[in-house]
């Protein structure tokens, strides 16, 4: 029986390349056009595992995405970090001096800037999706409309793709999460990264004797990102991903962490995808 994944955005997205290469192609794709929508589809048991971008290399963190999974109390059973390329595509036979408007993400757009500035006659288009852009053009057969998407789209939607790779860094990668309703997958011997949610009191040194029980327990932090709690003005929970080489280091830090710090849950224990 085949999986059913929840992706944001439609098939040729970035979305949809982690879940063919995460999963393969042998899964139902469910297209959600947004995240909200994409945890109810978990939520309400029509999808079986959702991916979620959670952080660019240049544009940092996706900070709704960590406040959904927590108040969903979905749980990350995996993560995976994919090199971003954008590529610029349009109805065959066109040229770029045809091209009057851009269209796509406000992040694409963002991190192809610098190219289009060779080109000042060139609108630039907010989108919901930069696959959905591409399939709007072969849709309706648009003319002088170009869009910044990945290749797999142009190939889906029978664009050509007019100059490749428009990014101005090209070392760009996204960290997209794995998640489902129900907790980790993996054995633990083969567990060596946990996503952690935890509040300090709002005394001086309080989040440094976290931090140093981490380092204690031989944990290395690899992202701490804070949010405010809507509910308590000016306090704030801490997100925090940590690795480990022994599963028993963690355990031990989770014991120490939930006595040191208020509202502490684990909110994922998976396999590092970055070595």
């Known amino acids: 029986m085949k999986l059913n994944i929840a992706i944001q955005g439609i098939k040729g997205s970035n979305h949809h390349q982690v879940a063919k290469d995460y999963f393969g192609d042998s899964v139902n794709l469910l297209e959600c056009m947004s995240f909200d929508f994409l945890v109810d589809q978990l939520l309400t048991g029509k999808a079986d595992k959702g991916i979620m971008a959670i952080e660019n290399s240049i544009a940092g963190s996706i900070i709704p995405n960590y406040a ?25 036979g066109q040229t770029i001096d045809q091209i009057d408007e851009v269209r796509s993400h406000p992040m694409a757009l963002l991190q192809c800037k610098d190219y289009f500035k060779a080109y000042p006659h060139i609108k630039l288009v907010e989108d ?34 007019i100059t490749p790779e428009i990014q101005t860094i090209k070392n760009n990668s996204t960290r997209f999460i794995i998640v489902k309703t129900t907790n980790k997958e993996l054995p633990k011997e083969e567990i060596d990264k946990a996503s952690i949610r935890f509040v300090t009191d709002h005394k001086r040194g309080s989040l440094a004797a976290v931090l140093n029980v981490m380092s204690d327990c031989n944990l290395s932090l690899t992202k701490i990102q804070s949010l405010p709690i809507i509910e308590t003005p000016w306090k704030y929970a801490f997100f925090v991903d940590v690795t480990f080489n022994a599963y028993d280091d963690f355990v031990k830090s989770k014991a120490l962490l939930e006595i040191m710090s208020e509202d502490f849950k684990v909110l994922g224990e998976y396999k590092n995808a970055r070595v």
């Not at 959904?68 to 065959?92: A, F, R, S, W």
């Not at 999706?129 to 190939?155: C, F, G, R, W, Y």
């Open 128 to 161: 919901v999706d930069t696959a959905e852009t591409a399939k709007q053009i072969q849709e309706h057969s648009l003319k002088n409309v170009a869009a910044i998407a990945p290749k797999v789209a142009a190939e889906l939607y029978n664009l050509e793709i």
């Open 68 to 92: 959904l999974v927590y108040h969903n109390n979905l749980h990350i059973i995996g993560e995976y970090y994919l090199n971003i390329h954008h590529n610029l595509m349009v109805n065959k």
